[in-house]
């Protein structure tokens, strides 16, 4: 560098830099009370679903999704399978004592189960509609059967009340109808109660059901599994008495307290396992408190910012987001880094000149980032526009921190290391590039390689990729499901209509075509609110039947017997979905029920036993033809839309790296190429080492690209500019170094989208570290002349 006079400041530019470290200060320090607040209740949210684009075309899916996923948020259930009934007993007493020992018991409260009471009351409920209350094989028989052939049937009633479990008296159910319409509405849940217990016999086991509510937050930072630990403590409990129990766990809590374990130990080991590397790096290359104590200090204001404003703009911030913020350490410190590595280079130049000269470089540097953070926010996921949000606030908050205040606290001189010194004279032994017959030949073989990589890269697109539960955990929710025959949330038939008397009506017509699959045993069976309120046209239709049909056959048995019996009175008016919502029978199917939805009423229903893949699109097919009825498979639908963004997102990659070289060539003409060639190679390179390791290509290896496109094309800009200059390679070195490291942890997150932008961008980032330098210009092209200024930027 130059020695050169630095021109004295303007006065009103001296005095604005006191403002500004002032006025952020303030802001820091408005952003550690919210800190302070924040982590008293964490407002995060662990819910996958909360990642997903809503449905432009279609809200009421994505607000059908949402009740549905509600209804089961605080609700975990534990299966305990024994060889006996005695056994299941024992181990369901054993197991309920140790939970309430347990000091953390107050975290799972007992679920209210089915009982006689509840049974009775909800009897009771129905019994004024009885008449207009038939299950389709009863009202095919009373359609075509004549009064005739139910005479013998309700003598035998009347002389044995109680056979066949009879819920009314002989007048008020003549037929004894109502009982099989009661099996058939049991249908919805496979247990049983028994002994006070809820019970299923099955696959040569006695299974007792414990219901739980999770009461409080299921989610904490600090890695303790609160009900891990209880059911823990409960199995133990339970095996003592039953050896060989077999134990089921599910819930959303369940999914949702693993997700927080894992991402308090991926924080731990991405966000301190980065910082600890920076400061190292820091350490090593300057060696001085200094550097360190204001470096990682930009890092705290940088992520505690960066925290804060994305709680302000969204409410809450996702765990995912959280985790790949931690890996933002590896980028925001490269400002401090940056500025140190230049005052290493240039002792002479005061902290505020050299902060003055570094401070458009910085910008451009922060300007490219933060575009390539926020790029990520254009694919329409809450999820990547938190973290894209979370990282442009992170860096911008370590960026003002560096230019705020390094100048005001760096007192002293940062002297020369051997570490820093051996750094910055690699550059000079570092290859070019070049045309040499050997050379060539090694770049056609890397080609030739990476085009096999090529060959074998597959694309998946798998909403799976989002979440990272034990796969343990995934088998027992999976098991659970099949044997009580819960229905799949991710599969669904959405019903809307004018009003809900339209809806039921559209309900009812699909579930006539839906009987045909139940029959054939293809289907399990369907859940649906018309199961218990069905359509008023449906129940004068039905109640007109019973009449006809009931009342034909009083006469008979009257007429046989010489008696006077007379058949009871039922309620005129129709059971509508008001009354039976705000009654508690209506609890078990009351979230099926969505209520007003755009201009009209909507309802779900949902399927049961569905556990072949083959039969989707069988059940697609079914709705064809009828009015307001829509087959939700929101697997399919987001899986099909990651794609479509992964296309979206690689033709824009394309665009950018077009768009990138001309602004360089408006920059730096000829040597244009010399600046965007390293990351275009590496990201090809990238790819190959993808393929070649079986590594799967989706959305998320399409996003890290931008970001190394973001990140790469600032190395090579800042090796040509200030070509020679070991304090530039230095701070290129640190920063990349940092970067790599911080990303490249992210690589052993568990959860598979994380982990495919981790792996992306730790080879990316080495790769395009590794080649930059070898793109800088030639001996024979340098001028001669020293650079005229320290270097700007990353």
């Known amino acids: 560098m130059t020695d050169r006079v630095p021109m004295a400041a303007p006065a009103w530019r001296a005095r604005a830099w006191p403002f500004a470290a002032l006025a952020w200060l303030v802001f820091v320090a408005v952003v550690v009370v919210h800190q302070v607040q924040f982590w008293r209740a964490p407002a995060i949210d662990t819910d996958v679903l909360a990642l997903l684009p809503e449905d432009e075309h279609a809200p009421e899916v994505s607000e059908a999704t949402r009740r549905l996923a509600d209804s089961a948020s605080r609700q975990v259930i534990v299966l305990l399978g024994a060889p006996d009934w005695a056994a299941a007993r024992a181990a369901a007493t054993a197991w309920r004592a140790a939970m309430a020992r347990d000091p953390g018991a107050a975290a799972l409260v007992p679920s209210a189960g089915m009982d006689a009471q509840a049974l009775g009351r909800s009897i009771e409920f129905y019994r004024p509609w009885r008449d207009r209350l038939l299950t389709p094989e009863q009202r095919t028989r009373l359609s075509t059967e004549p009064a005739d052939r139910w005479v013998q049937g309700a003598l035998a009633a009347l002389y044995q009340p109680a056979a066949g479990g009879r819920l009314s008296?002989?007048?008020?159910?003549?037929?004894?109808?109502?009982?099989?319409?009661?099996?058939?509405?049991?249908?919805?849940?496979?247990?049983?109660?028994?002994?006070?217990?809820?019970?299923?016999?099955?696959?040569?086991?006695?299974?007792?059901?414990?219901?739980?509510?999770?009461?409080?937050?299921?989610?904490?930072?600090?890695?303790?599994?609160?009900?891990?630990?209880?059911?823990?403590?409960?199995?133990?409990?339970?095996?003592?008495?039953?050896?060989?129990?077999?134990?089921?766990?599910?819930?959303?809590?369940?999914?949702?307290?693993?997700?927080?374990?894992?991402?308090?130990?991926?924080?731990?080991?991405?966000?301190?396992?980065?910082?600890?590397?920076?400061?190292?790096?820091?350490?090593?290359?300057?060696?001085?408190?200094?550097?360190?104590?204001?470096?990682?200090?930009?890092?705290?204001?940088?992520?505690?910012?960066?925290?804060?404003?994305?709680?302000?703009?969204?409410?809450?911030?996702?765990?995912?987001?959280?985790?790949?913020g931690a890996s933002l350490v590896g980028v925001a410190e490269d400002y401090g880094i940056h500025y140190f590595a230049s005052r290493q280079g240039h002792p002479e130049v005061a902290p505020r000149t050299m902060m003055r000269q570094l401070l458009p470089g910085l910008l451009l540097a922060l300007a490219t980032s933060v575009v390539a953070y926020l790029t990520l926010g254009l694919a329409p996921f809450p999820g990547l526009r938190q973290m894209a949000v979370f990282s442009a606030i992170g860096l911008a908050a370590a960026f003002l921190t560096a230019v705020c205040w390094f100048p005001l606290l760096d007192?002293?001189?940062?002297?020369?290391?051997?570490?820093?010194?051996?750094?910055?004279?690699?550059?000079?032994?570092?290859?070019?590039?070049?045309?040499?017959?050997?050379?060539?030949?090694?770049?056609?073989?890397?080609?030739?390689?990476?085009?096999?990589?090529?060959?074998?890269?597959?694309?998946?697109?798998?909403?799976?990729?989002?979440?990272?539960?034990?796969?343990?955990?995934?088998q027992s929710q999976r098991e659970t499901g099949r044997l009580l025959g819960v229905p799949s949330p991710a599969q669904f038939y959405l019903v809307s209509g004018a009003d809900a008397e339209q809806v039921l009506v559209r309900e009812e017509a699909l579930k006539s075509r839906l009987d045909t699959l139940v029959r054939e045993g293809r289907l399990g069976g369907y859940r649906a609110v018309s199961d218990w309120v069905p359509s008023a046209a449906r129940q004068a239709e039905d109640a007109r039947l019973t009449a006809r049909i009931e009342g034909a056959v009083v006469a008979a048995v009257n007429a046989s017997l010489g008696e006077t019996l007379q058949r009871a009175d039922f309620e005129p008016d129709p059971l509508d979905i008001e009354r039976?919502?705000?009654?508690?029978?209506?609890?078990?199917?009351?979230?099926?029920?969505?209520?007003?939805?755009?201009?009209?009423?909507?309802?779900?229903?949902?399927?049961?036993?569905?556990?072949?893949?083959?039969?989707?699109?069988?059940?697609?097919?079914?709705?064809?033809?009828?009015?307001?009825?829509?087959?939700?498979?929101?697997?399919?639908?987001?899986s099909r839309l990651l794609g479509r963004y992964r296309l979206a997102m690689t033709w824009l990659l394309v665009a950018a790296h077009a768009i990138v070289y001309g602004v360089l060539w408006w920059r730096l003409r000829r040597l244009a190429w010399r600046a965007a060639l390293p990351t275009l190679i590496a990201t090809g390179l990238t790819l190959g080492i993808l393929g070649w390791i079986g590594q799967p290509f989706q959305l998320f290896n399409v996003l890290a690209l931008?970001?190394?496109?973001?990140?790469?094309?600032?190395?090579?800009?800042?090796?040509?500019?200030?070509?020679?200059?070991?304090?530039?390679?230095?701070?290129?070195?640190?920063?990349?170094?940092?970067?790599?490291?911080?990303?490249?942890?992210?690589?052993?997150?568990?959860?598979?989208?994380?982990?495919?932008?981790?792996?992306?961008?730790?080879?990316g980032i080495l790769l395009v570290w590794a080649l930059a330098p070898m793109f800088r210009l030639p001996v024979s092209a340098r001028s001669g002349a020293p650079p005229a200024s320290p270097p700007l930027g990353r």
């Open 411 to 474: 007192r002293g001189r940062v002297r020369p290391t051997r570490f820093g010194a051996a750094v910055a004279a690699s550059l000079s032994r570092w290859p070019r590039f070049s045309r040499s017959p050997s050379l060539m030949a090694l770049h056609v073989v890397v080609a030739a390689v990476c085009a096999a990589g090529w060959w074998q890269l597959q694309t998946r697109d798998d909403i799976r990729q989002l979440q990272g539960s034990p796969a343990a955990l995934v």
């Open 706 to 763: 931008v970001l190394l496109l973001g990140i790469g094309v600032d190395y090579g800009i800042f090796l040509i500019e200030h070509d020679g200059d070991g304090s530039a390679w230095l701070a290129v070195a640190l920063g990349a170094a940092s970067t790599w490291l911080s990303f490249g942890l992210l690589g052993l997150s568990s959860t598979p989208a994380l982990r495919a932008f981790g792996l992306t961008l730790l080879f």
């Open 169 to 324: 008296d002989w007048t008020a159910d003549p037929l004894s109808l109502w009982a099989p319409w009661w099996s058939e509405r049991a249908a919805d849940t496979r247990l049983r109660p028994r002994d006070g217990e809820l019970a299923l016999s099955a696959e040569g086991r006695e299974w007792i059901a414990l219901p739980y509510e999770v009461k409080g937050s299921a989610f904490a930072l600090d890695g303790e599994p609160v009900l891990g630990g209880l059911l823990g403590a409960g199995e133990r409990a339970a095996r003592e008495k039953t050896p060989d129990l077999l134990v089921l766990q599910a819930g959303v809590p369940l999914h949702a307290e693993a997700a927080a374990v894992q991402a308090s130990r991926e924080i731990n080991t991405i966000g301190w396992g980065s910082l600890a590397a920076v400061l190292l790096l820091v350490w090593l290359a300057f060696r001085s408190l200094r550097p360190i104590t204001l470096v990682a200090l930009s890092l705290v204001v940088g992520v505690a910012s960066a925290l804060s404003v994305t709680a302000w703009l969204f409410g809450e911030v996702h765990l995912i987001t959280l985790v790949f």
């Open 580 to 638: 039976w919502r705000a009654h508690p029978v209506s609890a078990p199917a009351r979230d099926l029920w969505l209520g007003p939805v755009r201009d009209g009423v909507a309802s779900v229903v949902m399927l049961r036993g569905l556990h072949d893949p083959s039969l989707l699109g069988t059940l697609a097919e079914v709705p064809e033809g009828l009015a307001g009825v829509r087959w939700v498979d929101k697997t399919a639908e987001v």
